[in-house]
């Protein structure tokens, strides 16, 4: 099973500030099969980023995804006061075993 | 649009049976895999169980194999997940969410909103 581990745990921002955050893979993740997902308190999870790097429906392009093999990054240019939040990402090519980072919840500072 | 709605979570005790729904509109339900997804409170996600779109197939996490059966009615645009044998640590919101990829590469594309179990005494 492919162990994701995100980091920092927890980051904090101001509003219009950039946001790194980092997640890697116990092993290679193949054909970039990683997504990244953004959580409000109290709502369900939302698809933002698919194979690495695509942006899904309607996301902001302030959102972006990079890297491959072990490590993945996405990047959120400039925080607007809607994006704080919890960030997931999910690795699919290690299926049928889905799994996801334990999060990175970006708080204003 | 889209939409996932998630019935039949509530307050069972230890060893107890439950069963989830997830009614499906807004796509053609039949033609997509479907997976379950749950949170326990104040943790991450944890992916449990998917069955591809014509219920051919079906996938469960370790932590509930045996003990959870995923199903689906095309028919009714309904997926199911029956819980038998519940431990305190089952509970969760949990989420149904449809999937997108190909051959078994699926991220989750669309979610439900969450229905809560809880397991207790």
């Known amino acids: 099973e492919i162990v994701l581990t995100q980091s920092p745990g927890t980051l904090s921002l101001s509003p219009g500030e950039r946001a790194t955050l980092s997640c890697r893979a116990s092993?290679?993740?193949?054909?970039?099969?990683l997504a990244w997902y953004q959580q409000k308190p109290g709502q369900a999870p939302r698809l933002l980023i698919y194979?690495?790097?695509s942006r899904a429906t309607g996301i902001p392009d302030r959102f972006s995804g990079s890297g491959s093999g072990t490590d993945f990054t996405l990047t959120i240019s400039r925080l607007e006061p809607e994006d704080f939040a919890v960030y997931y990402c999910?690795?699919?090519?290690?299926?049928?075993?889905?799994?996801f980072g334990q999060g990175t919840k970006v708080e204003i500072k | 649009q889209v939409q996932l709605v998630e019935s039949g979570g509530g307050v069972v005790q230890p060893g107890g049976s439950l069963r989830l729904s997830c009614a499906a509109s807004g796509f053609t339900f039949s033609s997509y895999g479907m997976h379950w997804v749950r949170q326990a409170p104040g943790k991450g996600l944890e992916w449990v169980a998917f069955?591809?779109?014509?219920?051919?197939?079906?996938y469960y996490a370790d932590s509930v194999k045996g003990r959870f059966t995923i199903s689906r009615d095309n028919s009714k645009n309904t997926l199911y997940l029956q819980m038998n044998s519940l431990r305190a640590e089952d509970t969760a919101v949990y989420y149904c969410?449809?999937?997108?990829?190909?051959?078994?590469?699926?991220?989750?594309?669309?979610w439900g909103q969450g229905t809560l179990v809880t397991v207790s005494s």
């Open positions: 092993q290679s993740v193949s054909s970039s099969y």
């Open positions: 969410a449809k999937a997108m990829g190909a051959g078994l590469r699926y991220y989750f594309d669309y």
């Open positions: 999910q690795q699919y090519g290690s299926s049928p075993r889905w799994t």
């Open positions: 194979g690495a790097s």
């Open positions: 069955i591809r779109y014509d219920g051919s197939n079906k």
